[in-house]
């Protein structure tokens, strides 16, 4: 584009207006930046232009015209006023296309020579540059968009506000987490350049830089073109492009990741210079506030302090000096206020050849204030000189200054260096906790974001037990605190160790703030560029911060800290300060040394220097020689003095060969209920990826957490990567990227937020933030406690109750602001046959970030790999049936089968076998006869006993009183009667005895054989008494004794009970040869 003022020949598009098609908003720069061409004037009716007076010089301009197919052009007159003159001058050939004046000239357009700006106004030649932002100049347009809308988010409504906003020196980008977009397109006829200075701090924002051509086509770029780096608090970085001839759209394009609880750090742009323009038709004047003393300037310088001036001046105005003052580049003087508590501060003084120091008091420069007006305040007279506190360890009181310890001595700075004893070696490092003076690899420094420069200040001041932040020139001013170290040396003894941890810093703390103050710890690694490695808002207690060093590298660690992010005229919060009491580096290159300690030896021998151990040795005490540590043990940083340096791993976990760390070697034995099952996660062992959400910020910005786990294996390898990229993750261009310009974490589990692509042509999918969660592993166990670390009930279904879920926990000790005692992570194993080998990750419901508190993170991996290796105790056979000789037999698993692999299901296996219909077939026959049998055998007692009922009734019946049994005709069988019925005891038991005694048995009554046959010589004297009508002798009542007891007995085998005053009882009471309980044969 050229004309008259390249800066305001484009149209203006409004500063705030959400878009939502990229080819739309290009259509319309396209057609906004189009410069609009007049024309001579035509041929109008003669009659008009007689009528109408002749053009004067002041009345028109020229211009060019557009340039031909042979490079050519013309020089036409332009009224400034259509139809207000005439006879304008005719159309001349104008210089080539490609023609420009030098830096500091401008195209007199009616000689079509260059000429030399006058005093007061500057020109870049070819160029032109925007370096006044009061509002945002014509040409420029704001634009919001989003990267993605949230459901049912409304563009328009969420993003109206959000534009890049004019701060007098830069623009500054909006804080929230809206995309905005800075445009301004341009018309080169030659080749050029677009040079910027940004800062750029926080990387919760992604800065990008791109051209578009007129076609709305992303013109090719490297990565490190667009996407722009990251600087320090309080610095402005440039950043220049090459302009192809054509047209250029260029995009200053900001993305706030508001994924936490705070607002980003906006981006601040200023002084944009543009080369390539064809020409410039007159001088830029300089801006308020500077000025340029000669002809042919290409550039203004800023007024001194005390000094302003206006648009367009050649020199600088003084104030007056007894009642004004004005910063550097001030545009007007403003008055002296009275002098306050915030004008003044204190300092310690360096100590004196006495060793004397004292608190004095000084203004802040540059003073501003008046003391000799009313309600001001004086200086405080200085403090009582005080003896200096001592040196620092590792340095030694040198005639009232402290000197470093040669190499090879300590000092605890209280006494003079001494040599380390023999078989140890000094503990190289800073110690810094008396603040007399700065150490001298320390600098401070002031910056500020506008114009208003601090650099002539100390950042900080020195005060005797701690170091704090200085006053600054405006309450916005970064006060900078700079420790610069050139690398790390492990001691000799560990010289050999695998160990991650090659140094670390660690500083205590403290900030007192009455405003939105922050504190930035930032690191800059062999001086790619510097990133905050952590910051804290608002007031804090006194505490510690620890940070390891993973990579041995120059290092420059900066401590930068702002009271408030908005600039105002008056100081407001010069009281804000932060305090620093004390720096501890290790193992730091040219370091001192305040303790010695312990190193491996050779031999014992006088002057035996120390030489390094194996990895995974430590030094034995008794004789300072190497000894690997034992089985499953791993040795913690550089301790290596002693066998207690050896920490056992946690349950479940091994050590690898330099026992420098504890890992799973993915398997696991659990004993439960008598059984131990054992576990194989191999199939676990590649590294898996989980991604969550989509979540969506306040505004509706989509995001996802993307989490990489590796789980186990890989002999202690952290095998899981997360890199902050700022390309698309799959895109080719980062494997090409050197690792050191990345921002990148291995560790056994990491996060990132990934933004996705946001389908208007814009970007590829974006990641940041990526964290550590599992720097150390703890252990394995199927209990939900391990050391501080619990799992919390409900966070995942219950699990399946016969095999219990395996937890391994994981801590990354690193401490942030939100979570002082570092992340853990818990991944919890649960078995489930349904899924696959590799299975399925999932995060807690009521968490589905993860975690819920931001500093335990919880997973459920349900897979087959997690069941227990298969046991003979999952099986069981089924035989089969007998089948022409052969049975088979097949084995089961158990259902649910929750176990993989282990003992295989064994084959069918087959056998002989005899077949049992034979013996079925005899078995059959026997119990038939034998029920036969019983079946006659209870006939033959029955009608025995039908016999013995009747003769007892007779027997009965025939009593005499007395009685006595009935007289009998003869004692002996009488003629006509059967052989059956003579009574007869016998030993011997019969069959229906035998009987009755096992039915009887459960009654706990028994009974044996009475022999109750009478002699023969008894039988016939009973005979014959009978017969004779005599009483028979007396030996006839023992017969009938007997036969009642036959009866009686009878009765008891039927389970009667007989009277006590029986025959029976009376004789067996008198006489023992007759046993009532037992009775085992009746006869009649």
């Known amino acids: 584009m050229e004309g008259k003022d390249e800066r305001r020949g484009h149209r203006f598009l409004s500063a705030s207006r959400v878009v939502s098609s990229s080819a739309w908003m290009c259509g319309a720069l396209l057609l906004l930046s189009a410069q609009p061409w007049g024309a001579a004037a035509g041929d109008s009716d003669s009659d008009r232009d007689r009528d109408l007076p002749p053009c004067t010089e002041t009345e028109y301009y020229f211009e060019y015209t557009e340039c031909d197919s042979t490079g050519s052009r013309w020089r036409v007159a332009i009224p400034h006023n259509q139809g207000t003159c005439s006879g304008l001058p005719d159309p001349v050939r104008g210089t080539d296309c490609t023609f420009s004046c030098e830096a500091g000239e401008f195209l007199e357009m009616s000689a079509q020579q260059c000429t030399q700006c006058a005093a007061g106004t500057y020109s870049l030649g070819s160029g032109i540059r925007f370096d006044e932002w009061d509002d945002i100049p014509a040409g420029f347009a704001s634009l919001a968009t989003y990267m993605d809308n949230g459901p049912g988010g409304d563009e328009a409504l969420t993003c109206s506000n959000s534009t890049w906003t004019p701060q007098g020196n830069y623009l500054e980008s909006n804080r929230d987490e809206c995309t905005v977009s800075l445009i301004y397109a341009v018309h080169l006829k030659k080749q050029g350049s677009v040079s910027f200075e940004y800062q750029y701090v926080d990387n919760n924002v992604f800065f990008e830089f791109f051209i578009q051509n007129d076609q709305c086509r992303e013109m090719d770029q490297s990565s490190d073109q667009k996407w722009i780096k990251l600087t320090s608090n309080g610095e402005w970085g440039s950043h220049t492009v090459n302009l192809k001839s054509g047209t250029n759209i260029m995009y200053w394009r900001t993305t706030g990741i508001l994924v936490g609880t705070k607002m980003v750090k906006p981006v601040l742009l200023r002084n944009i210079q543009i080369e390539g323009v064809a020409y410039t038709s007159e001088c830029f004047q300089c801006k308020p506030g500077t000025f340029s003393r000669m002809p042919g300037s290409s550039t203004c310088e800023p007024c001194p302090r005390n000094t302003y001036s206006g648009k367009g001046a050649s020199s600088c105005t003084p104030c007056d000096k007894d009642k004004e003052y004005s910063p550097e580049g001030s545009a007007e003087c403003r008055e002296r206020p009275a002098c306050s508590q915030k004008d003044y501060f204190q300092i310690h003084t360096p100590c004196d050849g006495e060793g004397k120091t004292q608190i004095i008091y000084k203004w802040i420069e540059p003073k501003i204030?008046?003391?000799?007006?009313?309600?001001?305040?004086?200086?405080?007279?200085?403090?009582?000189?005080?003896?200096?506190?001592?040196?620092?360890?590792?340095?030694?009181?040198?005639?009232?200054?402290?000197?470093?310890?040669?190499?090879?001595?300590?000092?605890?700075?209280?006494?003079?260096?001494?040599?380390?004893?023999?078989?140890?070696?000094?503990?190289?490092?800073?110690?810094?906790?008396?603040?007399?003076?700065?150490?001298?690899?320390?600098?401070?420094?002031?910056?500020?974001?506008?114009?208003?420069?601090?650099?002539?200040?100390?950042?900080?001041?020195?005060?005797?037990?701690?170091?704090?932040?200085?006053?600054?020139?405006?309450?916005?001013?970064?006060?900078?605190?700079?420790?610069?170290?050139?690398?790390?040396?492990?001691?000799?003894?560990?010289?050999?160790?695998?160990?991650?941890?090659?140094?670390?810093?660690?500083?205590?703390?403290?900030?007192?703030?009455?405003?939105?103050?922050?504190?930035?710890?930032?690191?800059?690694?062999?001086?790619?560029?510097?990133?905050?490695?952590?910051?804290?808002?608002?007031?804090?207690?006194?505490?510690?911060?620890?940070?390891?060093?993973?990579?041995?590298?120059?290092?420059?660690?900066?401590?930068?800290?702002?009271?408030?992010?908005?600039?105002?005229?008056?100081?407001?919060?010069?009281?804000?300060?932060?305090?620093?009491?004390?720096?501890?580096?290790?193992?730091?290159?040219?370091?001192?040394?305040?303790?010695?300690?312990?190193?491996?030896?050779?031999?014992?021998?006088?002057?035996?220097?120390?030489?390094?151990?194996?990895?995974?040795?430590?030094?034995?005490?008794?004789?300072?020689?190497?000894?690997?540590?034992?089985?499953?043990?791993?040795?913690?940083?550089?301790?290596?003095?002693?066998?207690?340096?050896?920490?056992?791993?946690?349950?479940?976990?091994?050590?690898?060969?330099?026992?420098?760390?504890?890992?799973?070697?993915?398997?696991?034995?659990?004993?439960?209920?008598?059984?131990?099952?054992?576990?194989?996660?191999?199939?676990?062992?590649?590294?898996?990826?989980?991604?969550?959400?989509?979540?969506?910020?306040?505004?509706?910005?989509?995001?996802?957490?993307?989490?990489?786990?590796?789980?186990?294996?890989?002999?202690?390898?952290?095998?899981?990567?997360?890199?902050?990229?700022?390309?698309?993750?799959?895109?080719?261009?980062?494997?090409?990227?050197?690792?050191?310009?990345?921002?990148?974490?291995?560790?056994?589990?990491?996060?990132?937020?990934?933004?996705?692509?946001?389908?208007?042509?814009?970007?590829?999918?974006?990641?940041?933030?990526?964290?550590?969660?599992?720097?150390?592993?703890?252990?394995?166990?199927?209990?939900?406690?391990?050391?501080?670390?619990?799992?919390?009930?409900?966070?995942?279904?219950?699990?399946?109750?016969?095999?219990?879920?395996?937890?391994?926990?994981?801590?990354?000790?690193?401490?942030?602001?939100?979570?002082?005692?570092?992340?853990?992570?818990?991944?919890?194993?649960?078995?489930?046959?349904?899924?696959?080998?590799?299975?399925?990750?999932?995060?807690?419901?009521?968490?589905?970030?993860?975690?819920?508190?931001?500093?335990?993170?919880?997973?459920?991996?349900?897979?087959?790999?997690?069941?227990?290796?298969?046991?003979?105790?999952?099986?069981?056979?089924?035989?089969?049936?007998?089948?022409?000789?052969?049975?088979?037999?097949?084995?089961?698993?158990?259902?649910?089968?929750?176990?993989?692999?282990?003992?295989?299901?064994?084959?069918?296996?087959?056998?002989?076998?005899?077949?049992?219909?034979?013996?079925?077939?005899?078995?059959?026959?026997?119990?038939?006869?034998?029920?036969?049998?019983?079946?006659?055998?209870?006939?033959?007692?029955?009608?025995?006993?039908?016999?013995?009922?009747?003769?007892?009734?007779?027997?009965?019946?025939?009593?005499?009183?007395?009685?006595?049994?009935?007289?009998?005709?003869?004692?002996?069988?009488?003629?006509?009667?059967?052989?059956?019925?003579?009574?007869?005891?016998?030993?011997?038991?019969?069959?229906?005895?035998?009987?009755?005694?096992i039915a009887t048995k459960g009654n706990g009554e028994s009974c044996e054989s009475v022999q109750l046959k009478p002699s023969s010589a008894e039988q016939w004297v009973c005979g014959e008494a009978r017969r004779s009508g005599r009483r028979p002798p007396s030996r006839c009542p023992h017969l009938q004794t007997r036969l009642a007891a036959v009866v009686e007995m009878r009765l008891l085998a039927s389970g009667a009970k007989p009277p006590r005053s029986s025959p029976l009882s009376t004789a067996a009471r008198r006489s023992p040869r007759i046993s009532l309980p037992k009775v085992s044969a009746v006869s009649r």
């Open 369 to 997: 204030c008046l003391e000799n007006v009313t309600g001001a305040v004086t200086l405080p007279p200085s403090g009582e000189r005080e003896p200096c506190p001592p040196c620092n360890p590792g340095f030694y009181n040198d005639t009232a200054t402290c000197s470093p310890c040669a190499l090879g001595t300590f000092s605890d700075g209280l006494k003079a260096c001494q040599k380390c004893p023999a078989g140890t070696e000094p503990a190289l490092g800073y110690e810094y906790k008396w603040w007399n003076v700065l150490p001298a690899n320390m600098k401070t420094s002031c910056f500020n974001v506008g114009n208003s420069k601090c650099d002539g200040m100390n950042g900080w001041e020195v005060a005797g037990d701690h170091i704090r932040s200085g006053a600054g020139s405006s309450d916005n001013d970064y006060l900078i605190l700079n420790l610069r170290i050139p690398g790390f040396k492990l001691p000799t003894s560990v010289t050999g160790t695998t160990a991650t941890e090659f140094g670390r810093i660690s500083f205590v703390f403290e900030t007192i703030c009455s405003a939105d103050c922050e504190l930035y710890f930032m690191m800059d690694v062999n001086r790619k560029s510097t990133n905050v490695v952590e910051s804290w808002e608002g007031s804090k207690e006194k505490q510690s911060y620890t940070h390891i060093m993973t990579q041995n590298a120059s290092v420059s660690y900066t401590w930068a800290f702002q009271r408030t992010n908005q600039a105002q005229d008056t100081r407001q919060f010069v009281n804000d300060i932060v305090k620093i009491y004390s720096i501890t580096v290790t193992n730091a290159i040219g370091g001192v040394a305040s303790t010695c300690h312990a190193c491996a030896m050779v031999s014992q021998e006088s002057g035996s220097s120390c030489v390094p151990c194996p990895a995974g040795h430590y030094i034995d005490k008794d004789t300072n020689r190497c000894k690997e540590c034992p089985p499953n043990t791993y040795l913690s940083g550089h301790k290596i003095y002693g066998k207690e340096s050896c920490l056992p791993c946690g349950p479940g976990s091994k050590s690898n060969k330099e026992h420098s760390v504890c890992f799973s070697d993915c398997s696991f034995s659990h004993t439960m209920a008598n059984q131990t099952l054992t576990y194989d996660f191999s199939q676990l062992s590649p590294v898996s990826s989980i991604t969550n959400g989509p979540s969506f910020t306040s505004k509706g910005t989509k995001y996802f957490h993307v989490f990489n786990i590796s789980l186990c294996g890989h002999e202690g390898k952290k095998a899981a990567v997360c890199t902050d990229n700022v390309t698309d993750l799959a895109s080719k261009d980062t494997q090409h990227e050197s690792r050191e310009l990345l921002n990148y974490v291995e560790t056994f589990i990491c996060q990132s937020t990934i933004i996705p692509s946001d389908g208007r042509g814009f970007r590829t999918a974006l990641s940041s933030q990526s964290i550590s969660l599992a720097d150390i592993f703890l252990g394995v166990t199927v209990k939900n406690t391990l050391g501080n670390v619990t799992v919390k009930p409900g966070l995942f279904p219950e699990p399946l109750k016969k095999v219990p879920d395996v937890n391994l926990f994981y801590w990354s000790p690193q401490a942030t602001s939100s979570c002082d005692q570092g992340r853990n992570t818990v991944i919890t194993l649960r078995c489930n046959p349904e899924k696959s080998a590799h299975g399925e990750l999932t995060l807690p419901s009521k968490c589905p970030a993860g975690t819920c508190d931001g500093c335990t993170f919880y997973f459920l991996w349900e897979s087959a790999s997690a069941c227990p290796r298969c046991t003979e105790a999952d099986f069981h056979e089924i035989e089969g049936a007998c089948r022409d000789g052969v049975q088979n037999k097949h084995y089961v698993w158990n259902e649910p089968k929750l176990c993989t692999k282990g003992v295989p299901l064994p084959a069918k296996k087959t056998m002989p076998c005899e077949s049992i219909d034979f013996w079925l077939r005899a078995g059959a026959g026997v119990g038939a006869f034998v029920a036969v049998l019983l079946v006659a055998l209870t006939c033959y007692f029955w009608k025995k006993n039908r016999k013995l009922e009747y003769k007892y009734s007779r027997l009965v019946m025939t009593a005499n009183k007395e009685c006595e049994l009935p007289a009998a005709d003869s004692c002996a069988i009488m003629e006509g009667e059967d052989n059956d019925d003579e009574v007869v005891y016998s030993n011997k038991p019969s069959l229906l005895g035998k009987l009755k005694s």
